[in-house]
């Protein structure tokens, strides 16, 4: 029976990565997203711009929780060691942008291992503790490691030029991370579509049956761990060139939570899933925003003073209630909408 779910489960996924109709969509939002710097300002490109980071480091920890079921509370280690590895780089050695960028994801996936073999036995809760307990020795070590991390004083970046795109303007750092997310979208469909993928699922399952298919748990979560890392370093690469000057302050563990999130609300297992999670959460205070503008001016400036405060509860509130009514996410809401469109007219 567990053979017959991983199966079916895995020739759904198959089936939709290969449907025309999401593809002509894809294509659809690639240009659309090609286009929009002709048509938008620079505040709505440098929001877009922080959809594509944050949808990058959705897909990383899609592959580890989403795909094979590994819980990890370190998002923000891995993200601060991916920054903090481009910064570093290019402000201490003068490397240059486009080596110090695959470092970030090069270094995130070699630290991986540090949580990675000593957590192979744990799962669950255990396993999420141990990996926010890796985020908080990352972010004590830049903190006070000052002679190698300049510590509390952070890293600058001065403008940058990535295989000719002016990275000190709006448009060419826009571009970059467009590229990036969708090269890094294809490497995770393509990667979900392997045996690699397929063991990952299994593991996901249920482990014992993976083991008796022949499955290596190690080998295969290790794997998981270092692609999911890498992907995620990558994208704290793009934060380095995005905020020119970094901090540890950056990286609490409210971003392991919001990244955690992302993937809740989007739809476990899914690409497609951890890039609606990721925009959906990005939006939310700017959504957020702009409807406390439509209340009257006193209750506006009330209100104002608690953003933050309602940021988290609506993202609370937004994981309870897709957990109650949708589990399987906006990914899931969105192949529900499909097959009804599909459905409707033979309804008449």
Same mark, same amino acid.
């Given at each position: 029976m567990r053979?017959?779910?991983?199966?079916?489960?895995?020739?759904?996924?198959?089936?939709?990565?290969?449907?025309?109709?999401?593809?002509?969509?894809?294509?659809?939002?690639?240009?659309?997203?090609?286009?929009?710097?002709?048509i938008?300002?620079?505040?709505?490109?440098?929001?877009?711009?922080?959809?594509?980071?944050?949808?990058?480091?959705?897909?990383?920890?899609n592959?580890?929780?989403?795909?094979? +079921?590994?819980?990890?509370? @370190?998002?923000?280690?891995?993200?601060?060691?991916?920054?903090?590895?481009t910064?570093l780089?290019?402000?201490?050695?003068?490397?240059?942008?486009?080596?110090?960028?695959?470092?970030? @994801?090069?270094?995130p996936?070699?630290?991986?291992?540090?949580?990675?073999?000593?957590?192979?036995?744990?799962?669950?809760?255990?396993?999420?503790?141990?990996?926010?307990?890796?985020?908080?020795?990352?972010?004590?070590?830049?903190?006070?490691?000052?002679?190698?991390t300049?510590?509390?004083?952070?890293?600058?970046?001065?403008?940058?030029?990535?295989?000719?795109?002016?990275?000190a303007?709006?448009?060419?750092?826009?571009?970059?991370?467009?590229?990036?997310?969708?090269?890094?979208?294809?490497?995770?469909l393509?990667?979900?579509r392997?045996r690699?993928?397929?063991?990952?699922?299994?593991?996901?399952?249920?482990?014992i049956?993976?083991?008796?298919?022949?499955i290596?748990?190690?080998?295969?979560?290790?794997?998981?761990?270092?692609?999911?890392?890498?992907?995620v +370093?990558?994208?704290?690469?793009?934060?380095?060139?995005?905020?020119?000057?970094?901090?540890?302050?950056?990286f609490?563990?409210?971003?392991?939570?919001?990244?955690?999130?992302m993937i809740?609300?989007?739809?476990?297992g899914?690409v497609?899933g951890?890039?609606?999670?990721?925009?959906?959460i990005?939006?939310?205070p700017?959504?957020?925003?702009?409807?406390?503008?439509?209340?009257?001016?006193?209750?506006?400036?009330m209100?104002?003073t608690?953003?933050?405060?309602?940021?988290?509860?609506?993202?609370?509130?937004?994981?309870i209630?897709?957990?109650?009514i949708?589990?399987?996410?906006?990914?899931g809401?969105?192949?529900?909408?499909?097959?009804?469109?599909?459905?409707?007219?033979?309804?008449k």
């Open positions: 053979t017959r779910h991983f199966v079916e489960t895995y020739e759904k996924h198959v089936s939709l990565s290969h449907n025309p109709v999401t593809w002509s969509w894809a294509l659809l939002l690639v240009l659309a997203l090609a286009l929009l710097p002709m938008a300002s620079s505040y709505v490109l440098s929001l877009a711009t922080t959809v594509g980071i944050a949808a990058i480091g959705a897909i990383g920890l592959i580890l929780t989403g795909s094979t +079921g590994l819980i990890s509370l @370190g998002q923000a280690g891995f993200l601060a060691s991916g920054c903090y590895t910064g780089l290019i402000a201490d050695y003068n490397w240059p942008p486009e080596l110090a960028l695959l470092m970030a @994801g090069v270094v996936a070699l630290l991986s291992l540090l949580v990675g073999v000593p957590s192979l036995r744990l799962k669950g809760l255990y396993l999420a503790i141990t990996t926010m307990a890796f985020s908080f020795i990352v972010t004590h070590f830049l903190l006070y490691a000052e002679g190698i300049h510590g509390p004083y952070g890293v600058r970046v001065e403008d940058l030029n990535f295989f000719g795109l002016d990275l303007t709006t448009t060419g750092l826009y571009a970059l991370v467009l590229i990036t997310a969708i090269l890094v979208t294809l490497m995770a393509n990667i979900l392997t690699v993928g397929r063991a990952f699922t299994a593991i996901r399952d249920h482990d049956a993976a083991r008796v298919m022949g290596s748990l190690v080998r295969y979560k290790l794997v998981a761990f270092m692609v999911s890392s890498f992907f +370093g990558i994208a704290g690469g793009l934060m380095a060139f995005q905020f020119r000057f970094i901090n540890v302050d950056i609490n563990v409210l971003l392991s939570i919001e990244a955690l999130a809740i609300v989007g739809g476990l899914s497609a951890a890039i609606m999670g990721a925009v959906f990005v939006l939310l700017e959504a957020t925003r702009e409807a406390l503008d439509l209340l009257p001016t006193g209750v506006n400036n209100l104002s608690y953003i933050y405060e309602i940021r988290g509860l609506l993202t609370g509130l937004t994981i209630i897709m957990l109650r949708k589990p399987q996410g906006l990914v809401l969105w192949r529900d909408v499909q097959r009804y469109w599909t459905q409707w007219p033979l309804s």
